[in-house]
């Protein structure tokens, strides 16, 4: 069992294999559960996010109104070839976003790692199909892996935001994506884990302040720039482009600085975003005194 991106590196190198195959023996190991059943239950979160995704797509909006509907202006600006982005980031990024005004909707999501985050892993994947058009079982890998990161900072840091902040999960989700992008790529198991540490770092320090502490308002668009982020990190590290702190170095640093953020910057909504005039006057207008 590996406990660090280091040791998961070394066990991929060594055994010459890829990172989901090493997550995927290490889940049959720990669960007793055969490749099939274990594809079986992936293939069914995978279905989920293909849903939520599409549903997001359509158009929802919250209960409280504060989030919705941003997922169809972006896929129909897309539509008009006018991006700055270019279609694959910006299909990633409405997708994400999607994903996420699902959840504020109170819809069916997969969290990854978290329902404040879900939106990033799906975006990014499917963001990235028709580019790379990955069968359905690289698509199920592409999960496997993200999960592996995921496994790693789970048990070495956090993923919650009340515990670490927003880089705790959108950080986390961003990362575990990139570092999945490039396997799907083609890339090397060490440059995923250098894409999981130079997109981790790009998100260090980030606060969670929910508005009215609802997973609405800045949550939806930090999935946005989590996926966006993913993808740049992910470029970087299939051209070369390397950390020079090391992944798990990375970690355990956004590990200490969540341990060290003021209570209110961490989903208390009362610091941040949800401590500006605007942020109370919503939190009044929904909830009263």
Do not use: W
């Amino acid at each position: 069992m590996f406990k660090s991106v280091k040791e998961l590196v070394e066990k991929c190198e060594t055994e010459n294999k890829k990172i989901h195959e090493i997550m995927l023996e290490q889940e049959m190991e720990v669960t007793g559960l055969s490749e099939a059943d274990i594809y079986a239950g992936m293939d069914k979160n995978l279905q989920t996010m293909e849903n939520a995704l599409d549903e997001g797509l359509e158009g929802v909006t919250s209960t409280t109104g504060l989030t919705g509907g941003d997922a169809v202006l972006i896929k129909n600006y897309l539509k008009t070839g006018k991006s700055l982005a270019g279609p694959t980031l910006l299909d990633a990024v409405s997708k994400a976003v999607a994903t996420n005004e699902v959840n504020a909707a109170m819809g069916k999501i997969c969290a990854t790692p978290t329902a404040g985050s879900a939106g990033v892993v799906p975006g990014v994947l499917f963001g990235l199909k028709p580019r790379l058009e990955p069968t359905r079982k690289d698509m199920l890998n592409f999960l496997l892996t993200s999960g592996a990161f995921g496994f790693v900072v789970a048990n070495n840091a956090s993923i919650s935001g009340a515990a670490g902040g927003c880089q705790a999960e959108v950080g986390s989700a961003a990362a575990m994506a990139a570092g999945a992008t490039v396997e799907l790529a083609g890339g090397t198991p060490q440059q995923s884990a250098e894409a999981f540490a130079i997109c981790l770092k790009n998100m260090l320090g980030l606060v969670c302040d929910p508005v009215a502490g609802l997973v609405e308002v800045p949550c939806v668009k930090r999935n946005a720039a989590g996926a966006s982020n993913a993808i740049v990190s992910a470029d970087m590290a299939l051209a070369g482009v390397t950390s020079r702190i090391p992944t798990d170095e990375v970690i355990e640093a956004m590990y200490k600085i969540g341990q060290t953020m003021p209570s209110a910057l961490r989903e208390t909504g009362r610091g941040g975003l949800a401590g500006t005039p605007t942020g109370q006057r919503l939190k009044q207008e929904i909830f009263g005194d």
